[in-house]
């Protein structure tokens, strides 16, 4: 039988020469240049071997000759060649790396690929019509409505991605978690001011890292059917919070004993009657000089988070300003490390302040205004109907019944966070 030669750049179909060269369906291969015969250390290494166990092998380049690993000083230039490409390869990556840095620091467009939603084919260009489409997301998601539920009815109005597909939940995050709709450029968990208008404020844009950022990944499960879960009720007899439990009849909370939720087993409470209170206090809460009182009372905590946007947004224009000097070699990289940590850990710690203070986004445009919000309610998606409850109402304690008096309002004893 002759002599059978695979052309290959073993780099990128490495298993599967080595699986043909062991099962002997092949006894040669050949590559452009001695460099092409891998594409790391440990792959010509295994190669080598491979050649020592079968026997004959042979290896032919077309800018080389052949390449006889059969010998050791074959094998020894192999090695050498092969040292060689890849500092080569580290050095073209370095380049690229620093390249990209430069690009980010200067907000710059780095390559092309799919038109973002939102701008023009020239990647810097706002599309007016989607632009508004992004505003409605990004408020739609911060006040509380759920990915899919902005998704699906995004759909239904007609409105496509900028593939010209449907909107799913991983777009729709993706669109809503890019720094891009801030006019900022994002690299290595840095920010940039980009060369491209903003669509959102990057106030706004953290607000929704943030809060996209903290959900898990879905469990496959049936969106919440449940309005008063996550907390917001407590069993009065041991501070546990309550769950959903359906029966075939009916919908219920209750405290369960269930591995995992820890609770005494003792107290439940009918869905139904119960939700419709709390929304009744809701709206009641809305118009109340109580909740008027709180929110101006709030009004410290507004000035924090503007000092603290404003800090942030300093720093990052200090650490940019860094960034930009040493691009152009002005300090070495120790420097720019020594002088970017404290600047980091100050922006990490105002993100994490940032992260714990409340927004009320969710019932700015109802507050004092509850006629709106009874007109709109059973419109609203049961998420967006969650979060307004959550940012009037901190958790509802629940008290045992007595027995003979049916639905009993004073059983719910609720404790306003605003």
Not at 89 to 114: C, F, M, Q, T
Not at 242 to 248: A, D, E, L, Y
Not at 353 to 363: E, K, M
Request: glycine content about 8%.
């Amino acid at each position: 039988m002759g002599t059978v030669l695979v052309e290959v750049e073993l780099g990128s179909d490495t298993r599967t020469v080595l699986d043909d060269i062991k099962n002997r369906v092949i006894d040669g291969v050949l590559v452009w240049h001695p460099d092409r015969l891998q594409r790391h250390p440990r792959e010509l290494e295994e190669l080598i071997a491979l050649v020592e166990d079968v026997g004959s092998v042979q290896i032919e380049t077309v800018t080389a000759g052949d390449f006889d690993m059969s010998t050791s000083a074959g094998r020894s230039i192999a090695r050498i060649v092969g040292a060689i490409a890849r500092k080569d390869s580290d050095d073209s990556s370095s380049r690229l790396k620093r390249k990209h840095a430069e690009l980010a620091a200067a907000g710059k467009l780095a390559g092309g690929g799919v038109r973002p939603f939102g701008y023009e084919p020239d990647r810097l260009t706002v599309n007016p019509t989607e632009a508004a489409v992004v505003r409605e997301m990004a408020t739609r998601v911060e006040g509380g409505d759920s990915l899919r539920s902005v998704a699906a009815d995004l759909n239904s109005r007609g409105i496509r991605t900028s593939k010209g597909n449907d909107w799913n939940t991983t777009g729709l995050k993706k669109v809503l978690m890019s720094a891009r709709i801030s006019g900022r450029r994002e690299y290595g968990g840095e920010f940039f001011d980009a060369v491209w208008a903003g669509i959102i404020t990057p106030e706004q844009s953290e607000r929704l890292r943030r809060k996209l950022g903290s959900r898990t990944r879905s469990s496959g499960r049936a969106p919440r059917r449940y309005l008063l879960t996550g907390g917001l009720l407590r069993c009065g007899r041991c501070d546990t919070p309550m769950v959903s439990r359906p029966t075939p009849k009916r919908r219920r909370y209750v405290c369960s004993a269930d591995p995992g939720n820890g609770g005494c087993g003792r107290m439940s409470a009918v869905a139904d009657p119960l939700e419709a209170l709390i929304v009744e206090l809701v709206l009641y809460r809305l118009d109340s000089p109580e909740l008027a009182t709180a929110i101006t009372d709030s009004q410290a905590q507004q000035t924090e988070l503007a000092q603290l946007h404003d800090e942030v947004a300093a720093d990052q224009a200090m650490r940019d300003e860094l960034a930009t000097d040493y691009a152009n070699r002005r300090f070495s990289r120790s420097e720019w490390m020594a002088a970017r940590d404290p600047i980091q850990e100050r922006i990490d710690q105002s993100r994490r302040r940032l992260s714990r203070l409340s927004p009320t986004s969710a019932i700015d445009e109802y507050e004092g205004h509850a006629d709106l919000l009874a007109n709109a309610w059973v419109d609203l998606s049961l998420s967006r109907q969650h979060a307004i409850v959550r940012a009037v109402i901190d958790h509802v304690m629940v008290q045992p019944a007595t027995l003979g008096r049916g639905f009993d309002r004073e059983r719910f004893k609720p404790v306003f966070r605003l």
